[in-house]
């Protein structure tokens, strides 16, 4: 399989390299030839790529150790589902999946291009393969995952995936990360596309924004799912620690974030056109930059690949993105201009544009958080590192700030708004959050940060409350619902306005998780201590005590888990069992701490057994209680399903792509 698997990924390099050539001709001569010969490209580079990854999968179920890659990331005492998971467990298999993963948004973009406009199409796949081609080439001439193993006697097993891997959650985040940065490629292409060809109107803008949301959506489950397996598997009790892997899937997730709000203002404005330009421009480059960060070495993270030489390559190919868009942004400078200009700071454009600042201002201090220790070593010689506190001190200001907009965002009007309006408007949700804010003091919670952001997350919630009421109220007062319940005038409410609702869950996603997030850093409780059999330890409500220790062993890896019973101090009465465990996984001669974890809406028991005595009398633990923790996961998945519930397809709406013609014999429509 793996002779099979090099000659589809080599014959995918060369379908995107004709690709490219047949789209740049197309969109020159437009001529309808060398445009079906693209879009046929696209969907035969899809198909070899895909081939291609289902040959590495097979070299790894069936355990070819002649190939270097299968040898190095997987052994057969593996689960199945670990030796998939093993596929992108790996520098080489994961560029593999990434260009499958771009391949197949080409082919999709490629096969309903037939039905979008024909002067921008051919310029559009003429990008997409362009990006493709860049990907193949690394992964073809620099990270080949079908390359031989250099032994001369075939071993009978292998040196094994790393244990940290070998969870769940590692089977699927690095893949729904990948979709998330892969189709950010798209609203890029596009942008180009429409650039390179002119057609600038704000067409192309519609036909990005919905990519733009699913890219989105997809980099926002990753993110969550990334945190998860972080809380779960590295046994520190926390989720997020600014590392720089975590940053690099981030960075375009907050640019990606300010473009789906911007681009609001240009189909209804005619603003911010070069503003958008640049921010789709940025997304896709982020996502360019973050690959070089995992995959050259310069940075150090549980999540980096090896050092690898192809961080030249990506610096290269970054740079000619941003010099691409550049020239064309000047070429284009009058057509991008903007028709109107906003006229008021107190107006839904001016909260938009804040609220891009205020995301861009994020980006870049984790930028500078990220680049700081490479550009302190070239100039100093010495690296000095930031940490935690630096990015908290820095960003958590600019998170309330976004807090407070989203509330400003969903009920300032468009144009220009009057302070009387204003007044009118927002003193009841102020005046409800000033007593959110005065309860909580009294109830004895005094830190400035943490009593303003659960304050800002109430807003924010409660402006679309306020919101969603108005509209049911006038729903219900038109001729066409006056009878009905408001249950169904908020159903054909939500079904008429489905974009604008579908942002407003996704904000209560997001207050739900800031108050999580705000919870679980700041009242956190951490302790430490030692244990023998039959003691105790009590830590808040409850009460930690020692059982027995048991030793276990499978083919993969030996374990020490400790049966620890959870009582609560009030009554005695048992929790929960847990059971932390200690493993050593025998081919990579690697421990690991499996932490043990009893979740409730109220707080997160998260117990880990951080070493043992050296006569085995005594074990060493350490507790988190997280308050509020599980609801983090809870705002995340309200996101992405408000994500989901603006992408559904509308109801009894003409699509007026559908009227576009196909290309006819001569390039004109018929």
């Known amino acids: 399989m793996a002779e099979f698997g090099h000659f589809a990924l080599c014959l995918a390099w060369f379908l995107a390299l004709i690709g490219l050539c047949a789209g740049v001709f197309a969109g020159w001569k437009r001529s309808p030839a060398f445009y079906f010969a693209t879009r046929n490209a696209a969907i035969l580079s899809a198909i070899s790529s895909l081939l291609a990854l289902f040959s590495l999968g097979a070299c790894f179920l069936s355990s070819d150790y002649t190939v270097q890659y299968v ?39 490629a096969w309903r291009s037939i039905e979008q406009p024909r002067v921008l199409m ?23 995952p079908f390359r031989y193993l250099n ?52 067409e192309w803008i519609r036909l990005t924004r919905r990519w733009t949301l699913i890219g989105w959506a997809f980099l926002t489950c990753g993110i969550m799912l990334g945190g998860h397996w972080a809380y779960l598997e590295l046994g520190w009790g926390g989720f997020w620690a600014w590392d720089p892997v975590e940053n690099a899937s981030f960075l375009p997730w907050l640019t990606a974030t300010a473009f789906l709000h911007s681009v609001m203002v240009q189909e209804r404005k005619e603003m911010l056109k070069i503003w958008n330009v ?14 070089f960060l995992t995959r050259s070495g310069i940075v150090q993270s549980v999540h980096a690949f090896a050092s690898t030489d192809v961080g030249e390559v990506f610096l290269q190919y970054l740079a000619a ?33 804040l609220n891009n600042l205020v995301l861009l201002s994020i980006c870049f201090a984790t930028i500078w958080g990220v680049l700081f220790p490479i550009l302190s070593e070239a100039v ?21 700030v976004l807090l407070f907009l989203m509330g400003i965002g969903t009920l300032i009007a468009w144009r220009k708004a009057s ?16 007593g959110v804010a005065i309860v909580l003091l009294w109830a004895g919670i005094t830190e400035f940060y943490p009593v303003l952001a659960y304050a800002l997350s109430f807003f924010a919630v409660s402006t679309v409350l306020i919101e969603l009421h108005r509209g049911v109220r006038a729903t219900k007062a038109s001729s066409a619902q006056q009878n009905h319940s408001t249950l169904s005038a908020t159903s054909a409410l939500i079904q008429r306005h489905r974009t604008r609702y579908g942002g407003y869950i996704i904000h209560v996603g997001a207050a739900i998780a800031a108050v999580a997030i705000t919870a679980s850093m700041a009242h956190k409780v951490e302790k430490e201590f030692s244990l023998k059999v039959g003691d105790a330890f009590e830590v808040g409500r409850f009460r930690i005590s020692l059982d027995k220790l048991e030793s276990g062993k499978n083919s993969n890896f030996e374990s020490l888990i400790a049966i620890t019973p959870v009582r609560l101090v009030k009554d005695g009465s048992l ?73 559904l397809p509308k109801q009894f709406a003409a699509n007026p792509l559908l009227s576009r013609a196909p290309y006819g014999a001569e390039g004109k429509k018929v």
């Not at 769940?168 to 596309?193: D, N």
């Not at 997304?283 to 973050?290: P, Q, W």
């Not at 590192?385 to 990015?391: L, S």
Request: hydrophobic share 50%; net charge positive.
């Open 71 to 109: 040898w190095q990331h997987s052994n057969r005492a593996m689960q199945d589902v670990y030796r998939i998971a093993a596929i992108w467990g790996g520098m080489d298999g994961s560029m593999l999946l990434w260009c499958a993963m771009l391949a197949v948004s080409c082919a999709i973009v």
């Open 122 to 144: 051919p310029w559009v796949l003429a990008v997409l393969h362009s990006s493709l081609l860049f990907f193949l080439t690394v992964t073809v001439f620099y990270t080949n």
């Open 151 to 202: 032994a001369d006697i075939i071993p009978g097993d292998g040196k094994g995936l790393n244990p940290l891997l070998q969870n769940p959650y590692m089977a699927i985040h690095p893949p729904t990360l990948y979709l998330g940065f892969t189709m950010l490629a798209v609203p890029y292409a596009f942008c180009m596309g429409a650039l390179l060809s002119g057609h600038l109107s704000n």
């Open 278 to 291: 640049w921010l789709v421009v940025l997304s896709y480059a982020l996502t360019v930059f973050g690959t």
């Open 321 to 353: 993105i941003v010099i691409l868009a550049v020239i064309l942004t000047v070429v284009r400078r009058k057509e991008l201009q903007a028709a109107r200009h906003i006229e008021s700071i107190l107006s839904r454009e001016a909260a938009f544009l």
């Open 380 to 400: 100093t010689g010495k690296k000095q590192t930031v940490g935690i506190p630096f990015f908290n001190a820095v960003n958590v200001p600019l998170f309330l």
């Open 419 to 434: 302070w009387s309006s204003l007044r009118r408007t927002f003193l009841g949700p102020f005046l409800a959050s000033l």
């Open 575 to 647: 929790y929960t069992e847990l059971r932390p465990e200690k493993r050593f996984y025998f081919k990579t001669q690697e421990p690991t701490t499996e932490v043990a974890l009893k979740m409730s809406p109220r707080e997160d028991f998260y117990l880990v057994l951080a070493g043992i005595s050296a006569d085995g009398s005594e074990a060493t633990f350490k507790v988190f209680i997280n308050p509020l923790q599980m609801w983090l996961w809870i705002g995340g998945v309200v996101m992405i399903l408000g994500s989901i519930f603006v992408l």
